[in-house]
Structure formats: C-alpha cells, structure tokens
C-alpha cells in the first residue's frame, strides 16, 4: 500500500515561484506524477518522474517552468513551479504508479488528497 501526503500549495501572485512536496511511504521504486485539477475541468497531467529519477516527462504548458524531481532516501517528490500563471490555478495531485511513466491519470492507482495552487494576476 502506498500513502501520499502533499504539502507546499498556497496563494502567489504572477511570476512568483512555489514548490510543492508529496511524502510517501511504501515509495519502493515507483514512478510518481503530478497532476492537476481546476474547477469545472477535467484532471490534467502535470509531470512524472521514474522510480530511479533519470526519466521525466512534462505537459507542454508547463515545461521549462516546473521541474519534477525525487529524493527516494527521504521519500519525498518535489514540484518546483516557477513563473507561475494564473491559469496554473488549480489542485495540484501526487500521484503513483508501478512500472513505465505515463501521463494517464487512469494508469496511477495510488493518489494524495490534493493541495491547492492560486495563481492571482
């Protein structure tokens, strides 16, 4: 069984930066993602990152600004979302799965409860 804890959300204006970070136990090798959800939307891939950390993937809208990456010592998974948007508004999601990356968020079966990004303008 896998838990996952996130941390990190808050309120920002344009511009600004937050990292946000997802606590897990039973990490084993894992790959792990982030997702995301605004109100009235479905839920989004965000990034993913392998279970040894040398594989990442983003979604177009947010690469170059957030960077995915994994401490499986202190298993922990971290966002660093810099020049945030308004339009990065949303709940943000860790989430994890077995075997290969993916960006499907039918493919994790193990998910956190959320934490909650505004972006103001």
């Known amino acids: 069984q896998v838990l996952l804890v996130e941390s990190g959300g808050g309120l920002v204006q344009a511009g600004e930066s937050l990292r946000l970070s997802c606590a897990a136990s039973?990490?084993?090798?894992?790959?792990m993602g982030w997702f995301r959800q605004a109100p009235g939307k479905e839920r989004e891939f965000v990034a993913t990152i392998s279970g040894s950390g040398a594989s990442t993937i983003y979604a177009d809208s947010v690469k170059g600004r957030f960077t995915i990456s994994r401490d499986n010592a202190k298993n922990t998974v971290a966002l660093q979302m810099n020049s945030l948007k308004p339009e990065d508004t949303a709940v943000y999601y860790c989430a994890s799965k077995s075997g290969a990356l993916s960006s499907d968020p039918n493919r994790y079966p193990y998910w956190g409860q959320g934490t909650q990004v505004t972006v103001s303008s």
């Open positions: 039973g990490f084993s090798s894992y790959a």
